[in-house]
């Protein structure tokens, strides 16, 4: 695939990244938080005509974006580079799959920025918050998998502050919002975001980015 625009913003992750994107059409954006932030940046910013990318892939774990690292980001030369990711790593531990034997979202995700950055220096990194609520899939071991995505979202916050990306929360914001409406409402089933749940998520990020070296102008 041969890039034809500057890509303005790279969206990388897993299903809750992919949100059924349309895998034939290259400048698809699914029907979930990227497709939230590209329409209002879109739209605020039509003088300028943004690109904005998907390449979020259902399932995939740190380790699964490093293996297509290559074509699904550093080929495309983004401007911004927004990277979801953990919670497939925390399932295949807590289904004791053969795939989860060892924990390398640490050392995956660490190996991961370490390659972008002298390929990318210019891009603006963009780390979000991985997240759960207490229903659906966690709610069976609850605290298991609160302990692990706990460390999951230190490290995160951590490789955020090393490699000076722009952090964008999410889980307080998830628990603040059960005040409203119970934890299936925003996250059918404590993992993939219902359609108020992406929303929840696009404010956040548009929030953090605007509020980082990495705002858009004209905003």
Request: aromatic fraction near 10%; proline fraction near 5%.
């Amino acid at each position: 695939m041969k890039v034809e625009h500057t890509v303005e913003i790279l969206f990388q992750g897993d299903s809750i990244t992919d949100c059924s994107r349309n895998r034939d059409d290259v400048w698809s954006l699914g029907r979930g938080y990227p497709n939230l932030i590209a329409a209002e940046l879109g739209y605020r910013l039509a003088e300028s005509q943004p690109a904005f990318m998907n390449r979020g892939i259902s399932g995939n774990r740190v380790s699964d974006l490093y293996a297509r690292w290559n074509e699904d980001a550093i080929y495309l030369q983004p401007k911004r580079l927004s990277i979801l990711i953990g919670v497939n790593d925390a399932w295949r531990i807590m289904d004791n799959l053969p795939t989860g034997a060892a924990d390398r979202f640490e050392s995956a995700y660490r190996h991961l920025l370490q390659v972008t950055k002298p390929y990318l220096p210019e891009t603006g990194l963009i780390l979000m918050e991985p997240f759960i609520l207490n229903c659906g899939v966690p709610a069976a071991k609850w605290n298991e998998w609160k302990a692990l995505i706990a460390g999951y979202q230190a490290t995160a916050r951590q490789l955020a502050a090393e490699y000076d990306a722009v952090w964008v929360p999410l889980q307080a914001r998830f628990e603040a919002a059960c005040s409203r409406a119970d934890a299936a409402y925003w996250i059918a089933d404590g993992v993939h975001p219902t359609a108020a749940g992406h929303q929840l998520i696009a404010d956040a990020w548009l929030e953090a980015v605007q509020s980082s070296k990495l705002a858009f102008s004209g905003l």
